[in-house]
C-alpha cells in the first residue's frame, strides 16, 4: 500500500558531493520517522542518519559535518546531502518510513529499493 522510490546515488570522486532523495506515495495516514541506512557485502546494514516527524535530526559519528538530512512534507520525501565523501562511505543506500497506513492500526516500515553511491578516483 506504501511504495518508496529513491534516486540519486551514481558514481563520485572523493571529496565530492551527492543528494539522495526518496519519496513515498500510497495510503499514507502518517509518517513518522524517516531515515537513510547503508549496507555493504558481509555487514550489517547501519544508521547513517534519522529524522523525527517533529524535525529532530540524529547522525551516525562518521557523518556529522558531512552529510544533512531534511524532509519535505507536503511531498513525504525525505533527502541525503552528502559532502566530502570519502572511499568508505562506498555503499548501497536505503531510505525507509515509519508509516501508519490508512485504515490500519500498526506503525509498519517501509524500505526504498536502494541506491548505489561508489566513492573512487
Known amino acids: 500500500q506504501v511504495q518508496l522510490v529513491e534516486s540519486g546515488g551514481g558514481l563520485v570522486q572523493p571529496g565530492g558531493s551527492l543528494r539522495l532523495s526518496c519519496a513515498a506515495s500510497?495510503?499514507?495516514?502518517?509518517?513518522?520517522?524517516m531515515g537513510w541506512y547503508r549496507q555493504t557485502p558481509g555487514k550489517e546494514r547501519e544508521l547513517v542518519a534519522q529524522?523525527?516527524?517533529?524535525?529532530?535530526?540524529g547522525y551516525a559519528d562518521s557523518m556529522k559535518g558531512r552529510f544533512t538530512i531534511s524532509r519535505d512534507n507536503a511531498k513525504n520525501t525525505v533527502y541525503l546531502q552528502m559532502n566530502s565523501l570519502k572511499p568508505e562511505d562506498t555503499a548501497v543506500y536505503y531510505c525507509?518510513?515509519?508509516?501508519?497506513?490508512?485504515?490500519?492500526?500498526?506503525?509498519?516500515?517501509?524500505w526504498g529499493q536502494g541506491t548505489q553511491v561508489t566513492v573512487s578516483q
Open positions: 500510497g495510503s499514507i495516514d502518517s509518517i513518522g520517522k
Open positions: 525507509y518510513f515509519k508509516v501508519k497506513v490508512i485504515s490500519r492500526w500498526l506503525w509498519t516500515d517501509y
Open positions: 529524522i523525527t516527524s517533529d524535525g529532530t535530526t
